[in-house]
């Protein structure tokens, strides 16, 4: 159902429009040039650094044949959206790539907004962040609103639209009314978390040559190419606080001087480098390699295709060890139909294919292979961590970046300090610089008083009734402890399931850890603990240094009283 708006209504929101684009206020974290270039390679990977391993799927719900029926107001289907969502939660995604459509914008872009809104806000409630789509030149070159056919049977995205489509993407006096859409729906996203990145153009120049390419105007990569230019700088001028990026879609077997002027753009101007891969393990593994020449993080946003030998098993680890943001191509099954490979379009199929191509789910959130989703979810979720010391499994990256000495330095070191929970184990670990290394011969655990160390205190409750403590020298020694509140230490208990691993590094040390669920339950703490997070620096004699996350409520150094402690959750 469309929504109409009074002319003056109009006329008064484009003009708020035009102003927010062109007076923008300067954030203060953002460079006065960012507006014009990308992000620095610097800015770009400090906020990679924070993004937990990104895995999902590109989403649109099994009610739908496009984007138009998606987000239309009469087939916008938020119980459907809200069941897939969780599906996606169960299997361990945590982002989705979600395309929008120019013409929703022109039809009502008041309700396009507001359903975009409702739509983030569901996505928020399953914890998954959302790359949005703003225009996309695959499939169908004749969009049209209103409703839309029924799926040909048996035939990969057979309802699937371009945005804008040939007409307006060859008529250059048409691109204002893309520059009010584009500029629009940044500005409204542009400062909201839960928007992950952008995504401005998917797959620029295709030429559909199995589907519709009789229906594709001539030279439509030159049409593209200058399309994208201009949408590359509106949404600059708009500088949001997310990154932009742009597909590589042509370049699977290339080496970067042979990319098509359309992925050399997307290459040298996206903050991060946005790639489709559709191949098997080891052509995969070399596109990451030469894209990660660039400095920047990786984002595959569209694989698996099964028969192609893309899959999830094939490929997800690959994406896991360089930390290559991935979206699957197909969630839950239905009008989209792309559980029929690409050849669907020549060739004639009259039942459900015995090979899927794309898709996890059937539409009843029942696995299309039980298997593959428990490899999902595997690597997904809270699979044991390796304590090597080497730091392989960690994609969370330093929960904690800095512990404070606020008596006599005044001021924070550089220890990262992170911890993962999972069903049978704490683990953690700290990467310690420290220029001031002193040797200890260990006698006993109280020879270690005077050791370089880092801490790890636990208590059930604030009072610190009953707390427990491992202090850990770079080369594993352990002094362990269980005490109360005041002082009452017993150096004679000991940690039954501490398992520890250490390196030395240039200027510092590792240590990393692990200590049962169960051992801690024993203390009679279950899923949220109070945690002392602590370093002592000695440098030769007496002479030491300490470090704590929480400053305690104490005028010289005493991590043994409440104030030291900080409540941290033990479910995630």
Not at 275 to 300: G, I, K
Not at 360 to 382: A, H, M
Not at 415 to 425: C, K, L, N, Q, R
Not at 477 to 490: G, Q
Request: glycine share 4%; charged share 25%; net charge negative.
């Amino acid at each position: 159902m469309n929504q109409y708006l009074s002319p003056f209504f109009l006329a008064i929101a484009f003009l708020s429009l035009c102003n927010s684009c062109l007076n923008k206020e300067k954030r203060p974290d953002t460079p006065n040039h960012a507006s014009i270039e990308r992000w620095s390679e610097e800015r770009i990977n400090d906020w990679y650094e924070n993004q937990t391993w990104l895995v999902g799927a590109n989403f649109v719900p099994s009610s739908a044949i496009n984007q138009l029926e998606m987000w239309q107001d009469d087939t916008f289907d938020t119980l459907k959206i809200d069941k897939e969502l969780s599906w996606a939660h169960d299997l361990g995604f945590n982002t989705m790539r979600v395309f929008l459509h120019n013409l929703l914008w022109e039809q009502d872009s008041l309700g396009l907004i507001n359903r975009a809104e409702k739509y983030l806000e569901i996505a928020d409630t399953h914890q998954i962040k959302t790359m949005f789509v703003l225009l996309d030149d695959v499939w169908d070159p004749n969009p049209k609103l209103g409703n839309q056919h029924e799926p040909n049977p048996h035939v990969h995205n057979s309802g699937w639209v371009q945005s804008p489509g040939h007409e307006v993407l060859v008529d250059s006096t048409q691109h204002n009314k893309l520059e009010h859409y584009v500029k629009g729906v940044l500005n409204h996203f542009k400062d909201d978390p839960r928007v992950l990145i952008w995504d401005l153009y998917n797959e620029p120049g295709n030429p559909n040559s199995n589907s519709y390419g009789e229906l594709e105007p001539e030279n439509k990569e030159i049409h593209s190419l200058r399309l994208l230019k201009k949408v590359y700088q509106w949404a600059r001028e708009v500088n949001p606080s997310q990154p932009l990026s742009i597909d590589i879609w042509t370049s699977v077997n290339k080496e970067l001087d042979e990319m098509s002027d359309i992925d050399k753009f997307a290459f040298e101007n996206s903050d991060v480098i946005n790639f489709h891969c559709y191949a098997n393990a080891e052509a995969t593994t070399q596109m990451v390699e030469r894209l990660s020449a660039a400095n920047r993080p990786l984002f595959c946003t569209e694989y698996m295709a099964r028969s192609v030998h893309s899959t999830f098993q094939d490929i997800l680890p690959i994406f896991k060890k360089h930390k290559v943001a991935s979206y699957s191509w197909g969630f839950v099954s239905g009008k989209s139909q792309t559980i029929y490979p690409w050849d669907s379009w020549q060739k004639e199929y009259t039942a459900e294919p015995e090979l899927w191509f794309h898709d996890v789910l059937r539409e009843d959130g029942s696995p299309y292979k039980q298997e593959e989703v428990s490899f999902i979810q595997s690597i997904t979720g809270d699979a044991e961590i390796l304590v090597d010391a080497e730091l392989g499994d960690w994609d969370r990256h330093h929960y904690l970046f800095g512990l404070s000495d606020p008596w006599k330095l005044k001021a924070k070191d550089q220890t990262h300090f992170d911890y993962v929970v999972t069903p049978e184990h704490f683990y953690f670990y700290f990467k310690t610089m420290d220029a001031t290394p002193t040797k200890i011969t260990y006698v006993n655990e109280r020879s270690l008083l005077p050791a370089d160390r880092v801490e790890l205190f636990f208590s059930s409750d604030k009072e610190l009734t009953e707390y427990y403590g491992a202090e850990m020298t770079p080369k594993g020694e352990v002094l362990d402890f269980k005490a109360s509140f005041p002082r009452n230490i017993d150096h004679g208990w000991d940690f039954k399931t501490l398992t520890l691993a250490t390196k030395d590094i240039d200027g510092g040390y590792i240590v990393e850890g692990s200590i049962s669920r169960k051992e801690l339950e024993s203390f009679g703490i279950q899923n949220e603990c109070y945690l002392g997070v602590f370093r002592a620096d000695f440098h030769g004699g007496k002479k030491v240094n300490w470090y704590t996350k929480t400053i305690p409520d104490s005028p010289k150094a005493d991590f043994h009283i409440p104030s030291a402690f900080s409540k941290v959750s033990l479910n995630e």
